[in-house]
């Protein structure tokens, strides 16, 4: 690695880490003064959620109250969540006592396998379809695709995600319907995700595509003697790349929330799925934790948008 | 005798509507052709119809030999095989031709790697030599974006010739680039004929047909002109046009009045005292001082890179300056100073109707609609044009809109940054002209900034050379 390349990765590892900071802190706050506009008995759900709504009385919940503290002011609650973050302790988990930090480690891997696996099925998809448009703008392809394209982002992921499910797994019966048993759990809620995602990015892709092929420079690649298809590798794939690369960054938002529901949908043990399960059981350090970090997360995935654009792009590189 | 190149009644159609020719000529080795005229005289037209790059709305009929082979007979995919081989091609702009993502060192090993089919170690040591026999050497490692337009042009002539091709075919090499880039630009053109290789060269610079000699063909609006040797015509043009391709060289131009005695007559409209200017950092001069009256015409000479557009700027209260002051006579507003930019279309809005954005314009400084269409008028532009939208009208025309914009606001000066070094000569002559009447009729002081000298000269009432 140059020494170039290296000061600009650093300047972008500075940025994303003042990021992360102020991403925490804005984070906790947030979701700590959302679970505490929530309406009902924060002791009462939580109680419920130990010990089931049979076996719970107004004394289970006022022991609940006196053990976790609810019954302090919240600012002093939000408080000692902060200052146990500031030594990297996300607490404990109010419903089942265990440490936040021991559950939200296991459910990373499943949702970044999840996002990881959304992104590969967006660029399966969007990468022929938006170079087979590109080539030929206003060919058929191009139409064909285009409606298709505002189609899928139209359908919001659940509904994608169920309508997936009916054809694939009930009708089909080619993959399971949910949960995590192996590979073949990945496939449909990937491809949920995906296709949200290329929806978009085969038209950013299609559109670069064109500017590429039309470019002077394209031209000059062939007059000065190379072949297409030394054009295309060589010189139109990288700029056409750089606005699409850059255009997963602008997504990533959109992943993010879309990991949440389409692992509720498809009961995908990851971090969206155990928001959610937080928010109904009213399990605030829960809450706190897997929020913050989809919000890490965000900034991390942001990194690495950052670090290919870089790599592909010499230009911002200080000399 | 065999021609590397034969020409026979070759003429480009839209259609059934004839944009450019008939034309003929044959070329040997060592032989050298000229293609001059105005923008949209379909000039480009003919190289493109050579190379078999006309876009799918036109087509071209008549016979194009090519080392004994007819050309225009063959399928497309066999002339893109002579693409770098035997045909090179020298783009328009430079800039743009060259890959933004790639370093300039591999645009042109990777054209002697895979054209010129030799070994990497091969290729990458011509590239070296390549570099630096045209003075490249330490632009290896740069992206086009850092490369000056001279420096540009130089590696994509570099990238062009280095499958050997023994043609080269030359489209508005010096378009844009400073005196001097412009003399090694040509230089470097006329050199392939002295080396063998036959040269066809398109401008509509009298001064590069001159230096490059061989033969001319003249075009206007697709027609031929004229033809024969350089020195013949340029000596003893037979047509109109041709003479006054000729009289449109600033070389040529009849001198305009130096008004000396202002000093006495005239206010001060703008004063600037011990100027300093940088750009990134880097400080570009110190200690410029200018004192502006009503009616003065001002040229401003330099070298590319110099910071010309810069101190413009600074002047303008466009940014702020390292030190020093610009000082605007006390009864004016800021809005007294405007600025003429260089590249016409980047100065409008490319996708609102000219009409629009001067009614803005003139809506905002509450000026009359009428008196504006009177200074268009006064411009020689039609109403009817403003209909159009930036990219509907010609780069003369868009620079005189321009100019009629910025004197909707009743600047006292105006500062104009190489207003015309994009435009043909006649048009360019035409603008210039139309703003010394104005200035003198409205009495506002121009700042012209040019590269070259010899309008300078001509034009203004004083020069001021920065070094």
């Known amino acids: 690695m140059t020494s170039a390349l290296m000061k600009t990765v650093f300047a972008a590892l500075a940025k994303r880490a003042l990021q992360a900071l102020i991403v925490a802190v804005v ?293 | 005798m065999i021609y590397s190149i034969e020409v026979n009644a070759l003429s480009v159609y839209a259609g059934k509507t004839r944009l450019m020719g008939p034309i003929s000529f044959n070329l040997s080795n060592g032989g050298t052709l000229v293609i001059m005229g105005e923008t949209g005289a379909g000039k480009s037209l003919i190289a493109q119809a050579i190379l078999g790059t006309l876009p799918n709305t036109l087509h071209a009929k008549g016979q194009i030999t090519v080392n004994g082979r007819r050309v225009d007979q063959m399928r497309q995919s066999a002339r893109r095989r002579m693409w770098g081989t035997v045909i090179a091609t020298l783009p328009q702009e430079p800039w743009r031709a060259l890959d933004p993502l790639m370093r300039a060192f591999r645009q042109v090993s990777e054209a002697h790697h895979y054209v010129g089919g030799k070994k990497r170690s091969l290729a990458n040591a011509d590239t070296a030599k390549a570099f630096e026999t045209l003075g490249l050497t330490g632009a290896e490692k740069q992206l086009p974006n850092t490369l000056s337009g001279g420096m540009a042009q130089r590696v994509a002539f570099a990238a062009a010739t280095a499958g050997n091709a023994p043609i080269l075919l030359a489209d508005e090499p010096t378009k844009g680039l400073d005196a001097e880039r412009h003399t090694k630009v040509v230089e470097l053109l006329a050199k392939v004929p002295k080396e063998g290789g036959t040269l066809i060269a398109i401008t509509h610079d009298v001064s590069v047909t001159r230096r490059l000699a061989g033969e001319v063909i003249v075009l206007r609006d697709g027609a031929l002109v004229e033809q024969g040797k350089a020195i013949d015509v340029l000596a003893n043009p037979t047509s109109s046009y041709t003479q006054s391709l000729i009289d449109a060289d600033p070389k040529n131009w009849p001198q305009s009045e130096k008004q000396s005695d202002l000093a006495e007559k005239r206010d001060v409209v703008l004063t600037v005292e011990n100027l300093a200017v940088a750009r990134s950092g880097k400080r570009l001069f110190e200690g410029f001082d200018l004192t502006l009256r009503a009616g003065e015409r001002v040229a401003l000479v330099g070298p590319s890179g110099i910071g010309k557009t810069t101190l413009l700027d600074a002047m303008a209260g466009l940014i702020k300056p390292e030190a020093g002051t610009v000082t605007r006579a006390q009864s004016q507003s800021r809005h007294t100073v405007q600025k003429l930019y260089q590249d016409p279309p980047a100065a409008f809005p490319a996708r609102i109707a000219l009409k629009h954005v001067l009614k803005d314009v003139a809506r905002l400084h509450k000026t009359d609609w009428s008196s504006v269409l009177t200074t268009l008028e006064k411009l020689g532009i039609h109403p009817s044009l403003l209909d159009r939208k930036p990219d509907e009208v010609s780069g003369g025309e868009l620079q005189r809109i321009s100019i009629a914009r910025a004197l909707t606001v009743g600047p006292k000066v105006l500062l104009a940054d190489e207003p015309t070094s994009r435009l043909d000569p006649i048009t360019q002559r035409d603008t210039l002209n139309m703003l010394e009447t104005m200035a003198a009729a409205e009495n506002f002081a121009v700042v012209l900034v040019t590269h070259d000298r010899q309008i300078a000269n001509k034009w203004a009432d004083r020069t001021i050379i920065l070094t």
């Open chain 1, 27 to 319: 984070v906790g706050i947030v979701s700590f003064a959302m679970m505490q506009a929530l309406p009902g008995d924060a002791a009462y759900r939580i109680a419920a959620g130990r010990y089931g709504y049979d076996m719970m009385d107004a004394a289970a919940a006022d022991a609940v109250r006196l053990e976790l503290g609810l019954d302090q002011p919240a600012i002093l609650q939000l408080w000692i969540w902060l200052k146990a973050l500031a030594q990297f302790d996300l607490g404990t988990s109010l419903v089942y006592g265990t440490p936040v930090i021991d559950e939200i480690s296991t459910q990373l891997g499943y949702s970044l396998l999840l996002a990881g696996g959304a992104i590969v099925a967006s660029l399966l998809i969007a990468l022929p379809v938006g170079i087979a448009a590109g080539l030929n703008p206003n060919g058929i392809v191009d139409r064909v695709t285009f409606g298709l394209s505002v189609l899928f982002r139209a359908i919001p992921a659940f509904a994608l995600g169920i309508v997936l499910v009916l054809i694939f797994a009930v009708q089909l019966g080619l993959f399971p319907v949910a949960g995590f048993h192996g590979p073949e759990n990945l496939v449909l809620p990937s491809l949920t995700l995906g296709l949200g995602l290329a929806a978009v990015s085969n038209r950013v892709l299609r559109d670069s595509v064109v500017d590429a092929m039309r470019a002077d420079w394209r031209l000059f690649s062939r007059t000065k003697g190379l072949s297409a298809r030394l054009t295309l590798t060589r010189h139109v794939l990288r700029n056409a790349a750089l606005p699409v690369v850059a255009y997963i960054g602008v997504q990533l938002a959109y992943l993010i929330e879309g990991v949440v529901i389409v692992e509720t949908v498809f009961a995908w043990p990851g971090i969206g799925h155990a928001l959610v399960h937080a928010i109904f059981g009213r399990d605030i350090a829960m809450v706190q934790g897997t929020a913050l970090t989809l919000g890490l997360l965000y900034v991390a995935l942001n990194l690495c948008v950052d670090l290919a654009c870089r790599g592909i792009d010499p230009r911002g590189r200080l000399a």
